[in-house]
Nanobody, 127 residues
Framework: QVQLVESGGGLVQAGGSLRLSCAAS????????MGWFRQAPGKEREFVAAISWSGGRTYYADSVKGRFAISRDNAKNTVYLQMSSLKPEDTAVYCC????????????????????WGQGTQVTVSS
């Protein structure tokens, strides 16, 4: 079992930045691809970014490409999402997810591919 706990959310003005963290416990996530998803009120959950367990590959949704950066520190069992140039439409609950894989290049972008999920952290961007 892997437990994931997100932190770093909050209220920020448009154009500002936030860094989200996802701390894993229960098992090392060094063999887990990690992803971030978000869900806004009244909308479906959508993929944001993913990173391979090696950290060598990343994948982003078009809506955040160039503004968000996903990274990981396997020694700390933590994944990060650096968000810059935030827009009101980025307002959502952000959740991290983990997928066990033996392939160091996998960057899954579909929610159904993930094995474990965190509870999420709220990000609110004011205009």
């Amino acid at each position: 079992q892997v437990q994931l706990v997100e932190s770093g959310g909050g209220l920020v003005q448009a154009g500002g930045s936030l860094r989200l963290s996802c701390a894993a416990s229960g098992r090392t996530v060094s063999r887990y691809a990690m992803g971030w998803f978000r869900q806004a009120p009244g909308k479906e959950r959508e993929f944001v970014a993913a990173i391979s367990w090696s950290g060598g590959r990343t994948y982003y949704a078009d809506s955040v490409k160039g503004r968000f950066a996903i990274s990981r520190d396997n020694a700390k069992n933590t994944v990060y999402l650096q968000m810059s140039s935030l827009k009101p439409e980025d307002t959502a609950v952000y959740c991290c997810a983990a997928k066990y894989t033996t392939l160091g290049t996998v960057v899954p972008h579909r929610a159904i591919e993930y094995d474990y999920w965190g509870q999420g952290t709220q990000v609110t961007v004011s205009s």
